[in-house]
Every structure is written in structure tokens, then in C-alpha cells.
């Protein structure tokens, strides 16, 4: 059984009344019983994530007692955007680290790794289409994702415009302008967008934010690997504020 793993309608209702963070849970639709309604009904209470599944998807856990039902429990405790800003001192001149639709656990972990070397306060990602906060994403990080905070939102653009009203800039990691990140005062509270490999930054999401900025590319490939391209930003951000 994997560590982030749990069975049974007992073991997973008092998961959720222990405040456990749970990532989503699976149902097999026909196995009803007292305790699968009291779950259920947790379930509509927390607005946990959920999924019926057949029971072929149960047929591989034979050996447990999983009366139907199993959860995957997050293996990192996340924050709101609330709680993450409102343990910061503004004056300190944060940087914040948002990621958007960064979906391959590995690329995930090591961003994870480089932003807890460059000290970052934080990181806050999207609550549906990222990469998971798995046994990879944590091995790849080297461990820096239980000691870094991490924020799930349902929405960035909402995020960035939270940032924004406590006193964030928000710069986004882009090649759709001519400006280097070199020339953006990184010394402020700055909250920095990383896009996805396969699209980068949603344009809507770029006509929100107060910065853009590039990195200067040569040679044929101009393209870098999300992971490398976010040490560029985080570095520059941590030599601004030494300097």
C-alpha cells in the first residue's frame, strides 16, 4: 500500500475529523452502508473531491478491508493564501512563487528545491491541473516541500489579484515581451508566474500581472526547462536583494 493511501469508511471519517488533509476519495457506487452515508455526507461538508469507480479499480486491494472505499490523503498539509500572507511581513520583502497548469511532478520537485535555496516564502499553485504533491514531487525536492508552504487556489487569477491588494508585484516569466528580467526591481514584495512547458502563462493571466519579463536566449533551441528557467528568476530575485 502506498503511504498516501487509507480503506475503509471508519479509518477515512475519522481522517477528515482530525483535520486531515484529504486529496480525493474513491467510491465504489453500489457499496452503501450507515457508515458510507456519514462519509458521504463529510465528503458534501469539506467539498472534498470525489469519484465513483468500478469495481475493478477495487480489485487490486483485495487484501484490505476497503468496504468500497479509499482515499488519497495529501502527504504535504497546505495553506490557504490567507493564512501563507497573513504569516509574512511585508516589510521583509517577500518573494512569493506562483505556478501555472506546472504539471510534471519531477520539473514540480525541483522548482520546490531551488525555491527553498533562494527563499522564497512560499509557493501557491493550482488546486486542479498541477502535478500532485506526491512521494516523487517530495523526493525530487529533495524534502524542501515540507518545509516550504504551499498554497492550493481554485483560481490564479484571483490569487494575483489577492497578492496585489497586500501589497505583491506580480511578475510574470514570459518571452512575449522585450523586457530582461534584469531591468524589474526584484528588492519589492514580488510574487513571480511560472507557465507551463506546453503553453506557458494563460493570456488572461498575463494582462493581470504588473511585470513581464524574459531571460536573454541564444542559439537554435530558445527554450528552456520550466525548473532551470524558474532558478534564473529565483536567482536574480536573491541577488537583487543581497546586493
Known amino acids: 500500500m502506498k503511504t498516501n493511501e487509507i480503506f475503509g469508511s471508519r479509518a477515512i471519517i475519522e481522517a477528515i475529523n482530525s483535520d486531515t488533509e484529504i486529496e480525493k476519495i474513491y467510491l465504489l457506487k453500489d457499496a452503501e452502508n450507515d457508515l458510507s452515508k456519514e462519509l458521504f455526507k463529510l465528503i458534501k461538508t469539506h467539498r472534498i473531491a470525489f469519484q465513483y469507480v468500478p469495481i475493478q479499480k477495487f480489485n487490486k486491494f483485495s487484501d484490505k478491508n476497503h468496504q468500497g472505499v479509499f482515499a488519497k490523503i495529501a502527504l504535504v498539509k497546505t495553506k490557504t493564501i490567507e493564512e501563507l500572507t497573513e504569516s509574512l511581513d511585508i516589510s521583509e520583502n517577500p518573494t512569493l512563487l506562483l505556478l501555472d497548469a506546472v504539471n510534471d511532478v519531477r520539473n514540480f520537485g525541483a522548482i520546490a528545491r531551488t525555491a527553498s535555496c533562494t527563499g522564497v516564502k512560499g509557493i ?17 525536492s529533495a524534502g524542501a516541500l515540507f518545509k516550504i508552504p504551499v498554497c492550493k487556489v481554485n483560481h490564479l487569477k484571483d490569487a494575483i489579484y489577492y497578492l496585489q491588494g497586500s ?25 513571480i508566474i511560472m507557465g507551463s512547458e506546453e503553453r506557458g502563462i494563460n493570456p488572461s493571466t498575463l494582462k493581470i500581472c504588473d511585470h513581464k519579463a524574459k531571460l536573454p536566449m541564444e542559439g537554435e533551441i530558445a527554450s528552456l526547462n520550466v525548473s532551470v528557467a524558474c532558478g534564473a528568476f529565483l536567482y536574480e530575485a536573491m541577488r537583487q536583494k543581497l546586493s
Open 167 to 191: 501589497g505583491f508585484q506580480v511578475v510574470a516569466a514570459t518571452e512575449k515581451t522585450e523586457n530582461l528580467i534584469y531591468s524589474i526591481d526584484l528588492k519589492k514584495p514580488t510574487a
Open 124 to 140: 501557491i499553485i493550482l488546486d486542479k491541473g498541477a502535478a500532485p504533491i506526491s512521494a516523487d514531487a517530495i523526493k525530487t
